[in-house]
């Protein structure tokens, strides 16, 4: 069993920044990738950015490419994701994310467990 916990979600204005992180514990030897989805009101759960646990290979949206940027710090079990020049559309709730299998994709399907979820709120 994993258990993610993420923190650090909030309101923040159009071009700040915010931190999350994932605190990850339990049983992580088999997991591949850890990273990030979000939801907006009304939609679909998009994945946002992952780390691979094998060689630390980042991967990231086109959408929040040059913008977010995910890492890892691994005597932590932590993974942060680092939000800078946040946009309307980046508000949504964003939910840390494990994978048992990672290859090329990250999608709601890839994921094995889910943290709770952190609200990031962005106004104009």
């Known amino acids: 069993e994993v258990r993610l916990v993420e923190s650090g979600g909030g309101l923040e204005q159009v071009g700040g920044s915010l931190r999350l992180s994932c605190a990850a514990s339990?049983?992580?030897?088999?997991?591949?990738?850890i990273g990030w989805f979000r939801q907006a009101p009304g939609g679909e759960r998009e994945g946002v950015s992952c780390?691979?646990?094998?060689?630390?290979?980042?991967y990231h949206a086109t959408s929040v490419k040059g913008r977010f940027t995910i890492s890892s710090d691994s005597a932590k079990n932590t993974v942060y994701l680092q939000m800078n020049n946040l946009k309307l559309e980046d508000t949504a709730v964003y939910y840390c994310a494990a994978s048992l299998s990672y290859g090329d994709t990250w999608d709601p399907i890839d994921v094995d467990y889910w943290g709770q979820g952190t609200q990031v709120t962005v106004s104009s």
């Open positions: 780390i691979s646990r094998k060689d630390g290979r980042p």
């Open positions: 339990g049983f992580l030897d088999d997991v591949e990738a």
